[in-house]
């Protein structure tokens, strides 16, 4: 009954009736380049149908069906970095479109580097990138946009990991973060 929404419609309502609904098809991702020693350039290819419920519509809600492809690079640690603002369209703020895109990485970055990313997950991976797009957007800062994903330990260690893979972790560790990383980022961007 509620499928347009997850079967989540206390959390997913759009009353304006304007937002999107996405759904993936497939995805696939390909090998672009190798542009240093143990960095490969990756992109990841989603098909997805969207449709926007419309309940004031006397006709089938319109659905349309596309692609979006997205690049991002694995070092040789095994960190996954990705720029949120390349040409998304507002995609990396989609739950079903990051998930597709954060399980995708994963199997690359541990096909490339066996042990990177350890204890992550395809659902902590895609929060942080929505986390990274959606921030960024609001906080023009270029250090914002760049999503830097790293294992909880091992290869390619991120310190901040921990907090986008449980979430109950997340206001302490962002707190943390917040204070001692982002704002120093924000007074010296404004200083300047």
């Known amino acids: 009954m509620f ?11 759009d009353s304006s009736g304007r937002k999107w609904f996405y ?10 380049s190798r542009p240093d020693e143990g960095t490969v350039e ?22 349309i069906h596309g692609t979006v492809e997205l690049l991002y690079t694995v070092d040789s640690r095994g960190v996954i970095i990705l720029d949120t603002q ?4 507002g995609y990396l703020g989609d739950d079903a479109i990051t998930e597709a895109l954060a399980s995708e990485m994963l199997n690359v970055a541990i096909r490339q580097v066996p042990g990177a990313l350890s204890g ?3 659902s902590g991976l ?10 960024s957007t609001l906080i023009p800062l270029s250090a914002l946009k760049i999503a ?4 909880l330990t091992g290869p390619g260690y991120d310190y ?27 007074v010296k961007a404004f200083s300047n």
């Not at 499928?3 to 309502?13: I, V």
């Not at 990756?42 to 659905?63: E, G, Q």
């Not at 830097?148 to 294992?151: A, P, R, S």
Request: glycine share 8%; charged share 20%.
């Open 23 to 32: 759904t993936v098809e497939g995805s696939e991702t390909i090998e672009v």
């Open 160 to 186: 901040n990991a921990r907090g986008f893979e449980n979430i109950w972790q997340f206001p302490s560790v962002f707190g943390e973060m917040f204070v001692e990383r982002v704002w120093k980022k924000i």
């Open 42 to 63: 990756y992109k990841t290819i989603i098909n997805y149908s969207a449709f926007a419920p419309n309940p004031y519509l006397l006709c089938p809600d319109p659905v």
């Open 126 to 135: 895609a929060f942080e990138i929505r986390c990274h797009y959606k921030t």
């Open 120 to 122: 992550r997950t395809p």
């Open 148 to 151: 830097d994903m790293g294992g």
């Open 86 to 89: 390349q040409n998304s369209g």
């Open 3 to 13: 499928a347009y929404c997850g079967n989540n419609p206390t959390n997913k309502t």
